[in-house]
């Protein structure tokens, strides 16, 4: 070790939303201890998502939802509250809802995430330090994890967490090669958007959450053309509404174990509350409380099953669209400017002029070619680590450091968040929380999930 190593009791590899509510954790909680959070963005608690700067990139729950505070679900209401009496957000006052209702832009939810930080660092012995950099490899050995950065400096921590995040699919070699990444604009980014002819067409690949934020930009940037919208399975997500309460009818049952009888019993539930005149989003809002213990249980011909069959269903039953940006969407299709159609997409097709798409549509045989003047990949999360062309996931798992997780989809840790390696030995160094944690709870990636995991996993390492 060279004498320049800082070193740390944690070291947090990331510092989005993970890897800084840890750290608030952390501080909360008694004892003094060194904490360094490693994070090549300028500002902690934002990662992607929180680093949106649209008013109209809302969070997709509303506040009353969306609490950092696992203790305290108002949290985020009352902080928005203040700010709100504060002058800010002023364009909230024409939601005319009360503020728990309110979906915040995801800006502000970022802003949020600082905040808590900082009142937890100004209340706290410990210490924590925002290292601007990009970890690149990690070694482990029994007393310490040694962390490489790419500007060459080491760091040394008694324990290591992995709060990398998601990786975005277009990031992966696969997609790279189809060339993908370069002609696609990013979902985000309302000035390139601007730049295109207002009446041309853009294609969308994709039709999550991403394509809803996408068509936010594009309206922002002043495109009043076509939107040519392809997913495989061509289905939208649903909007938000506020359903009431639920009686919870998996706590009872614990018989419901294979996807098949659990989608049943969801949409008997579901039907018995239209019967009712209550929506539909009431039941199933009751089934995620249970999602993590029901995959962390099923075997692994029940995951395969449940992620073949039943994931396009929840995907676009329960990660829902905040409402302005749905009214946005329902109302470019009434319009007939958006178009949401089932086909897989085939790869680029050079051409001439804008961007050409080879498309198989959902049915047919035959590959169809579209055009179009910009094309906008929101097709997701490359979650399979063995495919992220990052060089720390790549050194974890040349080390053999971590193994993939089930059905390969992030890394394996046990229920605590240490990692397991690739001979499936718990770490005693090395730790995860969030979206790397994906195949161990499949839901590991949510505000809440995030919240949630924090006070757990700060605990597990306040305990060391
Ligand atoms: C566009 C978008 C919108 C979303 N909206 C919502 C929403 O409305 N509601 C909701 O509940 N969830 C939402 N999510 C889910 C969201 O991912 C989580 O809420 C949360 O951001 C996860 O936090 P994270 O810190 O684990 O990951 P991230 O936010 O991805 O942060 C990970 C951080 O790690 C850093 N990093 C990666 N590799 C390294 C490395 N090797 N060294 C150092 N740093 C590294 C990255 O720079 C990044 O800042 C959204 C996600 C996205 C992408």
């Not at 364009?91 to 009360?98: K, R």
């Not at 999550?208 to 061509?234: C, K, N």
């Not at 089930?406 to 390696?421: E, F, K, M, Q, S």
């Amino acid at each position: 070790m060279s004498e320049s190593t800082r070193v740390a009791d944690v070291l947090i590899i990331g510092g989005g939303l993970s890897g800084t509510m840890l750290a608030v954790q952390l501080l909360r909680l008694p004892g003094t201890r060194r904490i360094l959070i490693v994070e090549p963005r300028a500002e902690l608690g934002r990662g992607e998502a929180y680093s949106a700067v649209e008013l109209g990139h809302t969070l997709n729950g509303n506040a009353a939802r969306m609490s950092v505070d696992p203790d305290n679900a108002d949290d985020l209401t009352q902080w928005l509250t203040d700010y709100i009496s504060a002058g800010g957000w002023p364009e909230s006052y024409q939601q005319h809802v009360p503020i728990s209702e309110l979906f915040p832009p995801r800006g502000l939810f970022g802003l949020y995430a600082q905040q808590r930080l900082a009142q937890a660092k100004a209340v706290s012995t410990s210490i924590v330090e925002h290292i601007r950099a990009e970890g690149v490899d990690l070694q482990v050995d029994p007393t310490s994890a040694l962390l490489t950065l790419d500007t060459g400096e080491q760091l040394r921590g008694a324990c290591a967490v992995v709060a990398t995040g998601m990786f975005a699919a277009a990031r992966t070699p696969q997609t790279e090669s189809t060339g993908l990444n370069a002609a696609a604009l990013d979902p985000w980014d309302v000035p390139a958007m601007a730049r295109l002819d207002p009446q041309s067409t853009v294609l969308i690949i994709g039709s999550g959450l991403t394509m809803v934020d996408a068509v936010v930009s594009l309206e922002q940037a002043g495109h009043r053309g076509p939107i040519e919208v392809f997913s495989r399975h061509g289905l939208l997500p649903h909007v938000r509404r506020q359903p009431p309460s639920w009686d919870d009818f998996l706590a009872a049952d614990h018989s419901l174990s294979s996807p098949r009888q659990l989608l049943r019993e969801v949409r008997r539930q579901c039907q018995l509350a239209l019967r009712q005149g209550i929506d539909w989003q009431a039941p199933l809002d009751t089934v995620r409380a249970h999602i993590a213990r029901l995959w962390s249980q099923a075997s692994e011909a029940h995951k395969r099953q449940f992620v073949r069959h039943v994931r396009p269903w929840w995907e676009s039953h329960h990660h829902r669209s905040p409402p302005l940006s749905a009214q946005l969407v329902a109302r470019l299709q009434e319009q007939g400017r958006l178009r949401i159609q089932a086909a897989s997409f085939k790869g680029l097709v050079p051409s001439q002029e804008g961007v050409a798409i080879a498309v198989r549509y959902r049915g047919e045989d035959v590959i169809t070619q579209v055009l179009g003047a910009a094309l906008i990949n929101s097709s997701g999360i490359e979650y399979d680590w063995r495919r992220v062309a990052r060089p720390l996931p790549q050194q974890l798992l040349k080390r053999g450091l971590v193994q993939p997780g089930p059905l390969a989809l992030g890394i394996a840790a046990d229920a605590t968040g240490a990692v397991l390696d690739a001979r499936g030995q718990v770490s005693q160094r090395l730790f995860a929380m969030g979206p790397p944690l994906r195949g161990m709870w499949w839901e590991s990636t949510a505000v809440t999930d995030v919240a949630l995991q924090a006070k757990a996993l700060a605990a597990r390492l306040a305990q060391r």
